[in-house]
């Protein structure tokens, strides 16, 4: 769905749904200031338009013991497509790695990985992303304390 396209009706539902996705049909709707039949077919169009991409639960990591957070930035020494596209479906398929983003600059791509410890990410590293064809550098940064994690996007 074209941005523009978005009402504010839309804008408050996506609101809405950002806080508490959770929300029931019923107070949706009344925040959103429409009938809850009106709420469901507009939540439904930005679903299936894919603007509401999905619904999930936010777990602390360190809770369920996932307390090493880090930085990789990786160099790729060959950029043919099969090479890329092998190294975005290995990277993309671990459960280590939580984002992976290709950028500008000094690495060709940046991972957010978290780990149970050094020697988990360490094995991360030796059995896993050494071992992908074209890696060429892989430098990683700790993450020493985490000042802001924010899902919600501006509307």
């Known amino acids: 769905m074209d941005e523009s396209a978005l009402s504010p009706a839309d804008r408050r539902l996506l609101g809405a749904l950002q806080d508490d996705g959770r929300i029931s049909n019923q107070d949706l709707a009344e925040r959103a200031a ?25 777990v602390d ?18 950029h043919k497509a099969s090479h890329v596209e092998g190294f975005i479906a290995a990277v993309t398929a671990r459960p280590e790695v939580l984002d992976c983003f ?32 074209g890696i060429s550098t892989v430098r990683t940064n ?14």
């Not at 700790?142 to 509307?155: A, D, F, N, W």
Request: hydrophobic letters at 45%; one cysteine or more.
């Open 142 to 155: 700790l993450i020493l304390r985490q000042l802001k994690h924010e899902t919600r996007v501006e509307l």
């Open 102 to 133: 290709a950028t500008t600059g000094d690495a060709d791509y940046h991972l957010r990985v978290r780990c149970r410890d050094l020697a988990a990410y360490n094995t991360f590293l030796e059995e896993f992303l050494f071992g992908l064809e």
């Open 34 to 58: 429409m009938s809850p039949s009106a709420c469901w077919r507009r939540v439904k169009a930005l679903e299936e338009a894919g603007t509401i991409t999905r619904y999930t639960a936010l």
């Open 61 to 78: 990591p360190d809770a369920v013991g996932l307390a090493f957070h880090a930085m990789v930035h990786v160099g790729l020494s060959r």
